[in-house]
């Protein structure tokens, strides 16, 4: 099947967000202009190192007066540790909205690119699909103009929605489960077996 790909130069909307309970929520990536909308699966971590990374990336920006580029890249083997992220959510204002109807999933992601563009001076975002064995695939490794390559979704960003997007998926990263009090791992709503409790039961 040729590859699809979703650019939206810019996005109306670019927002994460989730459905389901805390514990079993699924993670989307969705891009909105005008009726098209374009809504991509991803794993809480992803969600949380790009919000991270993207966060990075601006505060570099305005460092270096918002003039010269900068560009991370990320995968799901390289997102291990960041459980962390979730304590610099702030009491920002942005986009509390839920998650635009229809919810169809485009594709799952792979890998997700960051960079920026020197020249429009404006963020890119871009995602990938996952390969037919459920592998991500190296964004270096993807000639963008392969017709058999996986499908893409590409978004540019202002600063300013770029910041939109990270104060909205830092929150939605931290509204999961809350953790232990000892051992730090998610808290079930039926309770939890606490490993520094000898394997008891909290509740």
Request: aromatic share 4%; hydrophobic share 40%.
């Amino acid at each position: 099947m040729a590859r699809r790909r979703f650019i939206f130069d810019p996005p109306e909307r670019f927002v994460a967000g989730t459905i389901g309970e805390p514990g079993d929520r699924t993670f989307f990536l969705q891009a909105r202009d005008g009726a098209r909308i374009v809504s991509i699966v991803l794993e809480k971590v992803q969600v949380a190192v790009l919000a991270e990374r993207l966060g990075d990336l601006l505060d570099e920006l305005d460092r270096r007066g918002g003039t010269e580029g900068d560009e991370r890249a990320s995968t799901p083997a390289e997102a291990a540790g960041t459980a962390a992220f979730a304590s610099i959510t702030a009491e920002l204002p942005g986009d509390v909205a839920p998650l635009d109807e229809p919810l169809n999933e485009a594709f799952r992601a792979g890998s997700l690119t960051l960079g920026w563009d020197v020249d429009a001076e404006r963020v890119l975002v871009e995602a990938r699909a996952q390969d037919e064995d459920g592998e991500p695939i190296d964004p270096a490794d993807d000639d963008d103009e392969d017709e058999d390559g996986p499908d893409l979704l590409r978004v540019r960003l202002t600063a300013d929605a770029a910041r939109a997007f990270v104060a909205r998926a830092s929150r939605v990263v931290a509204a999961g489960r809350l953790p232990c009090p000892l051992c730090g791992a998610p808290l079930d709503p039926s309770g939890h077996i606490c490993p520094r409790r000898n394997g008891h039961f909290l509740n």
